[in-house]
């Protein structure tokens, strides 16, 4: 780590601009959390969000400090198809719309998608879908922490803990006051602060550097990175590719956005969103390549956007990026949160726990649960456990066993409990022996492949079709 005399920052600078968004968010989140009076809009916005809001909370929700950070760090470990395989990530969004639409014609009132998975698949499922979306959820909500604390120190030289702990609470008060209304209402905010710093970020550092010179110092210090052969970077981009549809499809960020969307939304909001986002990895891992134009000694390979921007721009420079990190942190910070939160309240507390459960005690609990997520959170964060790229790279061994489920379950009637249960375990056991076994670029391609053969395959040996209106029946959360 950088000591407090390297960072480009003075640690003062970074507590006044932490201390001004933090007024800013948790203000936003009492004002916006006002016209919660019911559980759905606490949980869902009164399912009402319209399509600017629906177009901003999906791409800035995306638009993650891990993609602000990771995006680089692949840049400098696998070249360009580092930097152009994670923006393959806006592919999972564009084929998350048509799904969207479909996810609200069968599930009118669903809440989140492990709803989905108990009505379609049944009871044991459930459960294995249950166990992988909350150690996704707890690994990207633990990601999202440790982005947090690098980010502070690598520019101020804030201690990683302190800075960390800081956004972890910033995050977690506006979000308890809001819920989703306050998550998808300060998502807008961020939306635009992210794609106006990121687009100055580009041409400044274009102008300060140039194409020529980026060009010929990596011909000199770094030629791998410019092949665009190299059989790891070749597979991570199919395997970035399944990661994301994966984190997508199965994620309860993206279900409780199709709920909350109304029904004409979704599948608009969700296109323009993927579209949206596509340049920003771009640029954000294209200003790792100046790295070694710079001569930077880069200790970390996640900190390598930070420092070449705070090289190059100095004092302006690294307010921006602070500022872009920032914002996209918190925007998916309060997502995971929500999302979260929502599904361990109905899902595990109301589906197993208290099914009796009334409104006014569901809406204490949700706000419960998500001081709990932030508290476990913290703890897991602490030590800086790995980097950020290693950490994210292992969960696609989870994540994208659930695709094929989830589209199969969506569509086809003859899909059924056992070939998803099968799908997923056995799926998510071969990512993670590719992930040890090979390599992190294999894991996510590895779990699909096999999921997508299990599924496919019960399919066909199965003889019974399943009736969509089984899918609208009352929502009485039990295990039994």
């Not at 932490?18 to 019911?38: C, D, Y």
């Not at 999972?92 to 108990?118: E, K, N, V, W």
């Not at 089984?470 to 039990?478: F, I």
Request: glycine letters at 10%.
């Amino acid at each position: 780590m950088n000591s407090v005399n390297s960072a480009i920052l003075d640690p003062n600078v970074g507590w006044l601009i932490l201390a001004i968004f933090s007024v800013i968010w948790i203000w936003l989140g009492w004002f916006l959390g006002r016209k919660n009076k019911e559980l759905d809009d606490y949980m869902l916005a009164g399912r009402r969000v319209g399509m600017a809001l629906g177009t901003a909370t999906a791409m800035a929700t995306w638009v993650t400090s891990n993609t602000t950070m990771v995006a680089p760090q692949f840049a400098l470990q696998l070249g360009l198809w580092g930097m152009l395989g994670y923006s393959l990530g806006s592919v999972g969004l564009m084929l998350f719309a048509p799904l969207a639409r479909r996810i609200r014609q069968l599930l009118p009132f669903g809440y989140t998608s492990g709803d989905f998975i108990r009505l379609r698949y049944g009871v044991w499922t459930w459960r294995v879908f249950l166990v992988i979306s909350l150690c996704y959820a707890i690994g990207w909500l633990i990601s999202l922490g440790m982005a947090g604390g690098v980010l502070i120190h690598a520019l101020t030289g804030i201690d990683y803990q302190v800075g960390m702990t800081v956004i972890l609470t910033i995050c977690v008060l506006y979000t308890l006051l809001g819920g989703l209304r306050a998550v998808i209402g300060t998502d807008f905010i961020q939306t635009l602060l992210i794609i106006g710093g990121v687009v100055t970020l580009a041409i400044l550092t274009i102008n300060e550097v140039g194409f020529d010179q980026m060009h010929s110092s990596l011909l000199e210090d770094r030629p791998e990175l410019l092949n665009l052969l190299m059989p790891a970077a070749v597979m991570f981009l199919f395997n970035n590719l399944l990661f994301g549809i994966g984190e997508i499809f199965h994620s309860n960020v993206w279900w409780s956005r199709a709920f909350a969307f109304r029904k004409d939304v979704g599948f608009r909001a969700y296109l323009l969103a993927g579209i949206i986002w596509v340049p920003i990895p771009i640029v954000a891992g294209f200003i790792a390549l100046a790295a070694p134009a710079l001569g930077l000694n880069v200790p970390a390979a996640d900190m390598v956007g930070p420092m070449v921007a705070a090289e190059l721009l100095g004092f302006g420079g690294a307010v921006l990026v602070f500022i872009i990190v920032f914002s996209a942190l918190a925007s998916s910070l309060d997502s995971l949160l929500a999302a979260t939160s929502d599904l361990v309240l109905t899902d595990i507390y109301k589906g197993h726990i208290n099914p009796r459960a009334s409104d006014e005690r569901l809406r204490v609990m949700a706000k419960r649960i998500v001081i709990l997520l932030g508290v476990i959170t913290w703890l897991i964060c602490l030590p800086r456990i790995s980097t950020l790229g290693s950490l994210l790279q292992y969960l696609g061994a989870f994540v994208a066993s659930a695709i094929w489920p989830v589209v199969a379950g969506l569509y086809w009637k003859r899909a059924n409990a056992t070939g998803a249960l099968l799908a997923m375990v056995l799926g998510t056991g071969c990512g993670t022996w590719a992930y040890f076994g090979i390599g992190f670029y294999v894991a996510a391609l590895v779990s699909a492949a096999v999921s997508m053969l299990t599924v496919f395959i019960s399919m066909a040996l199965s003889q019974t079709e399943f009736e969509w209106e089984q899918l609208k029946q009352s929502r009485e959360g039990s295990a039994t």
